[in-house]
């Protein structure tokens, strides 16, 4: 990848790089849709991630070039106030770090940008947060700030994602493609952002399979979800549902936004234990905490689909309960997790190879990850 983004970079802008960033996509493990409401998350970050090679200018020009899309090419200026671009929405993430690096007060020169990457699209694994923290490292690094603080790179990233990408998203996948540890999971909490690495055991394999259904469009329902828990919130007067231990009889809260806190409660309550299992070895339960989300984002949530109902199944009839599967990420479409001991991935991959297909009629793409760093200069 790294001789592919070097040959990209000089056929647009020859002569070759000062610096290349990189940062990893994630793989939610437990906790999803917790984050925005202050809770815990349980992902870590994965091998798939996306590069940028970097090189200043000085005439406040950013121009990018992005290998993945075939080599289509964007340019901004640092002394306009930066815009989304319709045109070229892809680049609105490294726009919107620009922009949110600017306001955090960096002196950033222009800069030449070569992106390439290796993450599956609409498979919900974070592609944009690796794009953001891969491009706002670059700028940073640029801008004589190659130490910049982690945490502050994913809530600009996070801030491009509100602000450029209309998506109102939490902070858990920056945070955890800008601040995992290699082979373990982060445990976060979303209020104060403090994160816990929790090793993964050697013999455990992280396997990622992706429906084939892409995650396209679906903002809208994320942020519909999002107000519903904010109502919800207000409704118990608490300022986030993370402040609800147990959740209160429903007392005229309506039926679906009561639903939705009735996810988040539990699902916050699920995270914290599925953390100790984890760290406990405790295969079994933590595969019943699994089969736990995937039915609360069924049934309360509603963001699952039926054929990722029908895969995660497949799959938890295949490990049995020595391990779990679940829906991974935003929801509506996108991939599937599951955790099982090395020794059963053969036989379980060869179940969902026999018996799912993707919406085009293919066998799915299988993952077997191991957990990875966070953004990094190389
Ligand atoms: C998306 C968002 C995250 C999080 C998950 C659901 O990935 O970007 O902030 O809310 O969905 O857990």
């Given at each position: 990848m790294i001789d592919a983004l070097h040959r990209l970079f000089g056929e647009h802008f020859g002569a070759g790089p000062e610096l290349v960033a990189r940062a990893p996509g994630r793989v939610n493990l437990i906790g999803e849709h917790t984050d925005y409401n202050d809770g815990f998350v349980l992902p870590c970050a994965i091998s798939r991630q996306t590069m940028v090679a970097a090189r200043r200018r000085d005439d406040g020009q950013v121009r990018i070039v992005a290998g993945d899309l075939g080599g289509v090419t964007t340019a901004f200026s640092l002394s306009e106030p930066i815009q989304p671009d319709s045109a070229a929405p892809w680049s609105n993430y490294v726009r919107g770090v620009a922009d949110g690096l600017l306001e955090a007060g960096l002196d950033l020169p222009g800069a030449d940008l070569a992106i390439i990457g290796d993450m599956p699209q609409?498979?919900?694994?974070?592609s944009s947060a690796a794009l953001e923290n891969a491009a706002g490292l670059a700028l940073a690094a640029l801008a004589?700030?190659?130490?910049?603080d982690r945490s502050r790179l994913a809530l600009i990233g996070q801030r491009a994602e509100h602000r450029f990408a209309g998506c109102q998203c939490g902070i858990m996948d920056q945070l955890v493609s800008a601040r995992a540890v290699a082979g373990a999971a982060l445990l976060i909490d979303?209020?104060?952002?403090e994160c816990a690495p929790v090793s993964l055991p050697d013999d455990l394999a992280v396997m990622i399979v992706h429906s084939g259904i892409e995650r396209g469009l679906v903002d809208g329902e994320y942020n519909l979800r999002r107000q519903q828990c904010e109502a919800a919130a207000r409704h118990f007067g608490v300022?986030?549902?993370?402040?609800?231990a147990v959740l209160p009889a429903a007392?005229?809260?309506?039926p679906v936004a009561y639903a939705r806190a009735r996810h988040v409660v539990g699902e916050n309550a699920r995270t914290l234990a599925a953390a100790d299992a984890l760290r406990a070895g405790d295969l079994a339960s933590l595969g019943a905490l699994m089969a736990e989300s995937h039915a609360a984002m069924r049934d309360?949530?509603?963001?699952?689909?039926p054929a990722i109902d029908a895969l995660v199944e497949l799959l938890q009839q295949a490990i049995g309960s020595v391990g779990g599967a679940r829906m991974t990420g935003g929801g509506f479409g996108g991939a599937v997790v599951a955790l099982l001991p090395v020794a059963e991935v053969k036989r379980v991959r060869a179940a969902v190879l026999a018996s799912y297909r993707t919406p085009a009629g293919e066998p799915p793409l299988i993952m077997i990850e191991t957990p990875a760093a966070g953004a990094s200069l190389l």
């Amino acid at each position: 990848m790294i001789d592919a983004l070097h040959r990209l970079f000089g056929e647009h802008f020859g002569a070759g790089p000062e610096l290349v960033a990189r940062a990893p996509g994630r793989v939610n493990l437990i906790g999803e849709h917790t984050d925005y409401n202050d809770g815990f998350v349980l992902p870590c970050a994965i091998s798939r991630q996306t590069m940028v090679a970097a090189r200043r200018r000085d005439d406040g020009q950013v121009r990018i070039v992005a290998g993945d899309l075939g080599g289509v090419t964007t340019a901004f200026s640092l002394s306009e106030p930066i815009q989304p671009d319709s045109a070229a929405p892809w680049s609105n993430y490294v726009r919107g770090v620009a922009d949110g690096l600017l306001e955090a007060g960096l002196d950033l020169p222009g800069a030449d940008l070569a992106i390439i990457g290796d993450m599956p699209q609409g498979a919900g694994l974070s592609s944009s947060a690796a794009l953001e923290n891969a491009a706002g490292l670059a700028l940073a690094a640029l801008a004589g700030q190659p130490d910049f603080d982690r945490s502050r790179l994913a809530l600009i990233g996070q801030r491009a994602e509100h602000r450029f990408a209309g998506c109102q998203c939490g902070i858990m996948d920056q945070l955890v493609s800008a601040r995992a540890v290699a082979g373990a999971a982060l445990l976060i909490d979303c209020r104060s952002l403090e994160c816990a690495p929790v090793s993964l055991p050697d013999d455990l394999a992280v396997m990622i399979v992706h429906s084939g259904i892409e995650r396209g469009l679906v903002d809208g329902e994320y942020n519909l979800r999002r107000q519903q828990c904010e109502a919800a919130a207000r409704h118990f007067g608490v300022a986030a549902l993370r402040d609800l231990a147990v959740l209160p009889a429903a007392g005229g809260l309506d039926p679906v936004a009561y639903a939705r806190a009735r996810h988040v409660v539990g699902e916050n309550a699920r995270t914290l234990a599925a953390a100790d299992a984890l760290r406990a070895g405790d295969l079994a339960s933590l595969g019943a905490l699994m089969a736990e989300s995937h039915a609360a984002m069924r049934d309360d949530f509603q963001i699952t689909l039926p054929a990722i109902d029908a895969l995660v199944e497949l799959l938890q009839q295949a490990i049995g309960s020595v391990g779990g599967a679940r829906m991974t990420g935003g929801g509506f479409g996108g991939a599937v997790v599951a955790l099982l001991p090395v020794a059963e991935v053969k036989r379980v991959r060869a179940a969902v190879l026999a018996s799912y297909r993707t919406p085009a009629g293919e066998p799915p793409l299988i993952m077997i990850e191991t957990p990875a760093a966070g953004a990094s200069l190389l």
